[in-house]
Structure formats: C-alpha cells, structure tokens
C-alpha cells in the first residue's frame, strides 16, 4: 500500500513522499525492504535525512486504568544530504533489519489485530514532518510457528493478541512492550487454569517463551497465577514440538513458583479476538473471523494516528 501525504509543514508546493514497502509479510530479526520516492515541489529543496519510525499500537496499565497509544520502538535514517530538484523525481532504497521481538502481526495470512506501522519522516533545511503510517505484516518466525502448530494439536484455542506497555521480569527483553497472545485450556488442562497467556522474545541465538497460567482453586490450592520460562533454538528440525510444549504447561501447573516481577495479564484488547474453534489453534486462527471492531480501530490507527509516543 502507499501513503501519499503534502508535507504541508514545509509550505505549499513542497516535496511530497511515498513509501513503498515490498510485497509480502516479514519476519522478526528479517529484513524490511522498499523504497522511499520523492516529488519535488515548485522550487529545490535540501532534504537533511530521511527517517523510518517503526510503530505500534500499545496498551498501558497505571493507577487510573488503562489506556492505549503508539510507540516508536525503532528508526532508521536511510537517506538524506541532497538537494531535490524542482518537480525531481526521486526514489532511495532501504533495507533495515526489524528487531527480534518485533511482534507477530498474523498467522497463515489471517490477521491477529496487532497494529504495527511504517512512519516516514521527511526533514528539508530545519523543517520536518512526518508522513503516514504504512501497515506492517510480520509472519511467524518457524519456531513461533512450530509452537503455535503443537498448541493447536494439543488442544489449545486462541482468544485474543495484543501489546502490553511494560517489561517481564527476569527475562531478556529488548522493547519497551511485549505481545501478549491469550490461550483457551486444551481440554487436559481446563480444570487447573482458566486462560493462559503466551510471549515470544527472540533473539538471534533463540527464542525464550514465557507462559502465564490462571490458576484456578482446588487441588493445586488458592487460585494464582503462575509464570514459567522456556528457552529454545531456532533450530526446529527433529524436536518432538507437542511433547515438548505439553511438557512446558505440565511443569508450570504442577509448579509454584513465580518471578519476582510478576507478568500481569490484560483484557483482550482492542477487540483482537480472532475466532478459534476446538479444532486447534492454528486452524482456528485460519478458520475464523476478525471482530469487526478490530478492523475498524485498524483502519482509525493508520488513518489518523494519535502520535501518543
């Protein structure tokens, strides 16, 4: 999709902007590639840099409730000291590497109602201004796929995703927030925990899963949660994905211990409920229907951003 924008803070008959990302949903730790292209206006301008922002929608939680906003989480500067002609055209390429745990946004092509977004800031002699935000897809990385695929095998249903302001205690956590994705009980364990919560936090020697279980009451005593965290490769050849995954919700129930900062969980968060049948996730996620309302707060996001960074 391209975003077309008159930088009217640089006055009328300014350069304008498009920017391009290449086709095709990327991977976190990839490379986002496309290129910016420039109009000059009715007279030559210097233009200082060219900057993306990478952006997302974020929830917070504080004293007074929560709230939602946008958070710059990265920016690269991939052009700039020229002069642009009068009606020059113009167009500068980019390939910059997104972060690790830059959040997965869908899953087999089906959106999850995660809001990310590339910003373009244009800077011409002392001015600057920014243009629209064009969407950003990311795809699973194979091993979020693979354990993804062995929580839908298992039995587990998916409810909700969205994007916590704040960071997990006693992990190795980059950005200032982290991608929540909220898990129905497969049948085995629907007595012991009413709603699990799932981060991925990847890194380029791996992956680290951090998995949250409502508990409920009865034999495992008062009803808490409990946290767990679980490294693994990249390397997803010849690994046993649903024993091992099955191991890793086996142990946090029958555990309780829990990290000094606790990982909170959230309500589902703007209306990112993707339907998911018992069938398992992955078909769920495929299968199902994308609230209404997540398109809609979408399309509001890119179209008139708040710019709460």
Known sequence: MVFKRLLGSLGVGGPTVDTVLDPGAVLPGGTLSGEVRLAGGSASVDIDHITLELVARVEAEHEDGESEGSVVFERFTVGGGFRLGEGEQRAVRFDVPLPWETPVTELYGQ????????????????????????????RPLPVQEAVLEALGQLGFGFRSADLEYGRIGGTGQQLPFYQEIELTPAPQYAHAAGEFELTFLAHPGGMEVVVEADKRGGFLGGGHDAL???????????VDWNTLVDGWF????????VYAEPHHGSRPGMGTAVAAGAAGLAVGVVGGLVAAEVVDEVGDFFEGDDEED
């Open 228 to 238: 767990g965290r679980f490294t693994v490769s990249h390397d997803v050849a010849g």
């Open 250 to 257: 086996r142990q946090l129930l029958q555990s309780r211990s």
């Open 111 to 138: 959106p999850l109602g995660i809001v990310l977004g590339v910003r373009t800031e244009l800077a011409v002699t002392g001015a600057r201004d920014k243009g629209d935000l064009d969407p950003l897809a990311v």
